[in-house]
């Protein structure tokens, strides 16, 4: 068993691999579709500034409710891209 301190480094490098390879894939097809604009640009800045604020926090004091706030605020930044990805494609 791993002590704490690694165990949350680990769980970390786990959570890296899950929601941002969307959004690796969302700004990879941005970018090839030409669709990127000013609100791509801050919401992309927005959902990495997040996650890497996410990562310092599980990596430090851990704090659960902080965490989950800056999770849940970087998931929005994500889903305002992808809606309006999806918009585009329907329009």
Known sequence: MLPDNVRGVADNYNHLMEQPTIFYALVFYIVLSNHSDQIHIYSAWA?????????????????????????????????????????????
Request: glycine share 2%; no cysteine; hydrophobic share 65%.
């Open 47 to 91: 959902y990495v500034i997040l996650r890497v604020l996410h990562s310092l926090i599980q990596g430090t004091a851990n704090v659960v409710n902080l965490r989950f706030l800056v999770f849940a605020l970087s998931t929005l930044a994500l889903m305002v891209m992808a809606a309006r990805e999806l918009m585009m494609l329907t329009f």
